[in-house]
T-cell receptor
Framework: KNEVEQSPQNLTAQEGEFITINCSYSVGISALHWLQQHPGGGIVSLFMLSSGKKKHGRLIATINIQEKHSSLHITASHPRDSAVYICAVFRMNRDDKIIFGKGTRLHILP | KAGVTQTPRYLIKTRGQQVTLSCSPISGHRSVSWYQQTPGQGLQFLFEYFSETQRNKGNFPGRFSGRQFSNSRSEMNVSTLELGDSALYLC??????????????FGPGTRLTVL
């Protein structure tokens, strides 16, 4: 079983819909990051979380440390939000290594 | 301020050869991390450097090595290339000394094809 699981793997939605992408992990973590990767490969860091909730524009990220779960929400989705969204956790132990989820491929239809 | 740059952007090598990839971080950033991305395995962590010191290393064979220079620029080297090394190699820089607590800025990547 992967230490970081994302769901769904693929998501197609209509423009304007509210989107939720989930990330569950099985290890103790010091931080969780959400990344966005557009076709062509460029990766942008969206959020860095260790507790609670963060908001940036139409994007909201939450984390529940006790339940080992994080969600990324997109409100009023737009075709330009089409990308792969990747959850990454930093393990809380001596090595603090980063582990990535497999990503969620989001396609927003106009 | 210029972003993270990686050279070359594309590279084709044959099995058994070696390759060196270069990463120039954002000016002022002292931490550089390297990642490998393949369709099958997704993103995997290779190395993390801070102030010329390797702080962390992923689970890759010894054929994968790297270093960081005093100007924070970093290189990674892969010797005795195998077909499975074909991947997108990404570099990311951050301001602080720990990638876990800092925003990482990613370069465009080097796409390596091994024939």
């Amino acid at each position: 079983k992967n230490e970081v699981e994302q769901s769904p793997q693929n998501l197609t939605a209509q423009e304007g819909e509210f989107i939720t992408i989930n990330c569950s992990y099985s290890v103790g973590i010091s931080a969780l990051h959400w990344l966005q990767q557009h076709p062509g490969g460029g990766i942008v860091s969206l959020f860095m979380l260790s507790s609670g909730k963060k908001k940036h524009g139409r994007l909201i990220a939450t984390i529940n440390i006790q339940e080992k779960h994080s969600s990324l929400h997109i409100t009023a989705s737009h075709p330009r939000d089409s990308a792969v969204y990747i959850c990454a956790v930093f393990r809380m132990n001596r090595d603090d290594k980063i582990i990535f989820g497999k990503g969620t491929r989001l396609h927003i239809l106009p | 301020k210029a972003g993270v740059t990686q050279t070359p952007r594309y590279l084709i090598k044959t099995r058994g050869q070696q390759v060196t990839l270069s990463c120039s971080p954002i000016s002022g950033h002292r931490s550089v991390s390297w990642y490998q991305q393949t369709p099958g395995q997704g993103l995997q962590f290779l190395f993390e450097y801070f102030s010329e010191t390797q702080r962390n290393k992923g689970n890759f064979p010894g054929r994968f090595s790297g270093r960081q220079f005093s100007n924070s620029r970093s290189e990674m080297n892969v010797s005795t290339l195998e077909l499975g090394d074909s991947a997108l190699y990404l570099c990311a820089s951050s301001l602080g000394d720990r990638a876990s607590t800092d925003t990482q800025y990613f370069g465009p990547g080097t796409r390596l094809t091994v024939l």
